[in-house]
């Protein structure tokens, strides 16, 4: 099993729709993760970070599930401008290293 | 004006030369830390440094090498570069705030030099 997994997707949803991606991490002893946005051929930017059960930013929510060792990325009212790759990052514990899913593509349909 | 900047953006180079990839931030973040990126995998840890004193290896230091010249500059250097080094490089930063030991986690990326190596 990968320590980080996602679907690549892409996922083609219309504007306005809600859109939910699963992340999937193989330590059961992490603590912290992160939504991370990356725009094509740019730099990652910090969406969301997510220490206990979950977390909500205006129309993202993120959801940690320990029992089955995933978290999810819940977009509503999908705007075009949501169109980008979502990487799902898991830090390891008693380190200072992350590991990185290879991302989700969405893509947000006019 | 960008708080985390690289240069070159873009660097074709040829096997065997030596390449320095430089990282600048005004964050004043104390940590900082080169990724790689390749297609289809995730982002891939190369050096961090918590300090100018402190550098320590990551998942794939091999080939690579980094220089700590200050808190705002970290720079990653291929001393022979190889194809397979071919790919985009990320610095990133972070720092404490908020009084908050968990703001350490959240990185602020540069954006990215694009190396191809023939």
């Known amino acids: 099993r990968k320590e980080v997994e996602q679907d690549p997707g892409p996922f083609n949803v219309p504007e306005g729709a809600t859109v939910a991606f699963n992340c999937t991490y193989s330590n059961s002893a992490s603590q912290s993760f992160f939504w991370y946005r990356q725009d094509c051929r740019k730099e990652p930017k910090l969406l969301m970070s997510v220490y206990s059960s979950g977390n909500e930013d205006g129309r993202f929510t993120a959801q940690l599930n320990r029992a089955s060792q995933y978290i999810s990325l819940l977009i509503r009212d999908s705007k075009l401008s949501d169109s980008a790759t979502y990487l799902c990052v898991v830090k390891v514990p008693g380190t200072y290293k992350y590991i990185f899913g290879t991302g989700t593509r969405l893509k947000v349909l006019a | 004006d960008a708080d985390v900047t690289q240069t070159p953006r873009n660097r074709i180079t040829k096997t065997g030369k030596r390449i320095m990839l430089e990282c600048s931030q005004t964050k004043g973040h104390d940590r900082m830390y080169w990724y790689r990126q390749d297609p289809g995998l995730g982002l891939r840890l190369i050096y961090y440094?918590?300090?100018?004193?402190?550098?320590n290896k990551g998942e794939i230091s091999d080939g690579y090498s980094v220089s700590r010249q200050a808190q705002a500059k970290f720079s990653l250097s291929l001393e022979s570069a190889i194809p397979n080094q071919t790919a985009l490089y990320f610095c990133?930063?972070?720092?404490?705030?908020?009084?908050?030991?968990?703001?350490?986690?959240?990185?602020?990326f540069g954006p990215g030099t694009r190396l191809t190596v023939l």
């Open positions: 990133a930063t972070s720092g404490f705030r908020d009084r908050d030991p968990r703001s350490y986690n959240e990185q602020f």
């Open positions: 440094s918590f300090d100018v004193k402190d550098i």
